[in-house]
Nanobody, 122 residues
């Protein structure tokens, strides 16, 4: 059983940067694919980014490609989401998730954090 705790959210202005962190405990972090998802008010949760077990391969939603970077430090059991050039439409609750497959589908992720709020003002 893996526990995930996100941090780093907050209120920023358009064009600013934030780095989200997700600390894992209770399992073999290096054995999991890690993903970031987000859910804006009134919308379904959507895929943002994912990273393989070793960090050697990443994948991004088109809406964040070139602005967001996912990375992981297996020695620290932590995955990160560096978010640059933030836009108001990036406002959402951001969740990290752990799974066994390199997938964009949230159903493929077994473990989820509680989420961290990111609000981008215009």
């Amino acid at each position: 059983q893996v526990q995930l705790v996100e941090s780093g959210g907050g209120l920023v202005q358009a064009g600013d940067s934030l780095r989200l962190s997700c600390a894992a405990s209770g399992g073999n972090f290096g054995a999991y694919v890690m993903g970031w998802f987000r859910q804006a008010p009134g919308k379904q949760r959507e895929f943002v980014a994912r990273i393989t077990w070793s960090g050697g391969s990443t994948d991004y939603a088109d809406s964040v490609k070139g602005r967001f970077t996912i990375s992981r430090d297996n020695a620290k059991d932590t995955v990160y989401l560096q978010m640059n050039s933030l836009k108001p439409e990036d406002t959402a609750v951001y969740y990290c998730a752990a799974g066994n497959y390199m997938s964009r589908y949230e159903a493929m992720y077994a473990y989820w954090g509680q989420g961290t709020q990111v609000t981008v003002s215009s």
